[in-house]
């Protein structure tokens, strides 16, 4: 937990958020400013500055973070289409919200890396 952390706010639910998924160990809910018709953060409750961050022991929670996502994208109608799951490292990776999240996009065409 990381007092100045809005992801760690939106958790604890002291922020407001469009929340589409909870479990023991992740949560996803709506991007604030969506570049896409579906536009989730899938997100560790544990403040994980970044995917630079994850070690061996931490690595079995990323894979039920894609496996959430990969449920939600079949949840959202977009699994059959295809979708993009991005996480983004550092300020040039293009990272704002310094606690790990993957973006799961979708419902339009995806084009280019950035
Ligand atoms: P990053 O730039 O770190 O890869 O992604 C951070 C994402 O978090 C951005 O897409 C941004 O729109 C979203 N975001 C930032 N603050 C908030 C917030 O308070 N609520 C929600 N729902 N999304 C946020
Ligand atoms: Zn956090």
Redo the contacts with the bound molecule.
């Keep these: 937990m990381d007092a100045d952390c ?1 992801f760690c706010k ?1 958790i604890r639910g002291e ?1 407001p ?2 929340m589409l998924y909870q479990d023991e160990y992740a949560v996803a ?5 969506p ?1 896409a018709p579906v ?1 989730v ?1 899938i997100v560790p409750r544990q403040h994980i500055v970044s995917a630079a961050e994850v070690t061996a022991e931490n690595a079995p929670l990323i894979g039920h973070l894609i496996a959430v996502a990969a449920r939600l994208a079949r949840e959202l109608g977009i699994a059959e289409r295809g979708y993009r799951l991005v ?2 490292i550092g300020r040039e990776g ?5 606690h790990l ?1 993957w ?1 799961l996009l979708g419902g339009r065409q995806m084009r280019g890396l950035g």
Excluded: E, P, R
Aim: glycine fraction near 4%; aromatic fraction near 10%; proline fraction near 0%.
């Design positions: 809005i939106i922020a958020s469009t809910f709506k991007d604030i400013a570049i536009h953060l996480t983004n293009g990272q704002s919200v310094f999240h973006h």
